[in-house]
Nanobody, 124 residues
């Protein structure tokens, strides 16, 4: 069993930055693919960024390429999402998710574990 706890959300002005953290419990974290999703009311959960177990391959949604960076520190069982040049349309609840396979999936229902979410609000 893996538990994920996100932190780092908040209110920021457009153009600002935030860094989200996702701390994981469990011994197998280093072998999991990890993803960051976001969701706004009335819309599907959207994959924002993902990273494979080794960190060697990463995925970014077109809407965040060049602005967001996903990384992981397996010594701390933590995955990060650095968000720069934030826009009002980035406002959402952001969720961390773990895929028990070593690679990531682009599909939310493939992920095995989820955090509780952290709110990110970008004001214009």
């Amino acid at each position: 069993q893996v538990q994920l706890v996100e932190s780092g959300g908040g209110l920021v002005q457009a153009g600002g930055s935030l860094r989200l953290s996702c701390a994981a419990s469990g011994r197998s974290f280093s072998s999991y693919g990890m993803g960051w999703f976001r969701q706004v009311p009335g819309k599907e959960r959207e994959l924002v960024a993902a990273i494979i177990w080794s960190g060697g391959t990463r995925y970014y949604a077109d809407s965040v390429k060049g602005r967001f960076t996903i990384s992981r520190d397996d010594t701390k069982n933590t995955v990060y999402l650095q968000m720069n040049s934030l826009k009002p349309e980035d406002t959402a609840v952001y969720y961390c998710a773990a895929d028990a396979r070593p690679f990531y999936s682009l599909i939310s229902y493939s992920y095995d574990y989820w955090g509780q979410g952290t709110q990110v609000t970008v004001s214009s």
